[in-house]
């Protein structure tokens, strides 16, 4: 990764299982050109490793807060993070 780019692992907390946050989050990441992985979280939240440049992530942080339609956010927690072995893309993980 260049010196632009920024890794990050977000926990989003609240109503994000069960209104399509991981699809909403797998487009939207990539329509960003971001690289990563997201997953629901046996606790109910949904975590996501977050790789690209810096304003793309910047983007995709602010966006968690809103979410899909249905989703309640109440707590985006980040947590930058070195770079570990990334997809090619964005995907969805178990």
């Known amino acids: 990764m260049d010196t632009d780019s920024k890794v990050v692992k977000v926990r989003i907390s ?7 946050f991981r699809v909403w989050t797998r487009m939207r ?8 992985w997201v997953r629901n979280e046996d606790d109910g939240s949904v975590m996501a490793l977050i790789a690209g440049e810096e304003s793309a ?7 968690f ?5 249905g989703a309640s956010v109440d707590a985006v927690n980040v947590e930058t993070t070195w770079p570990e ?5 964005f995907e969805i993980t178990a």
């Open 85 to 89: 072995s990334l997809p090619d893309g």
């Open 14 to 20: 609240g109503r994000v299982q069960g209104v399509s």
């Open 65 to 69: 807060w809103k979410g899909p339609p």
């Open 57 to 63: 992530v910047s983007s995709m942080l602010k966006d």
């Open 29 to 36: 990441a990539r329509r960003l050109g971001l690289k990563g």
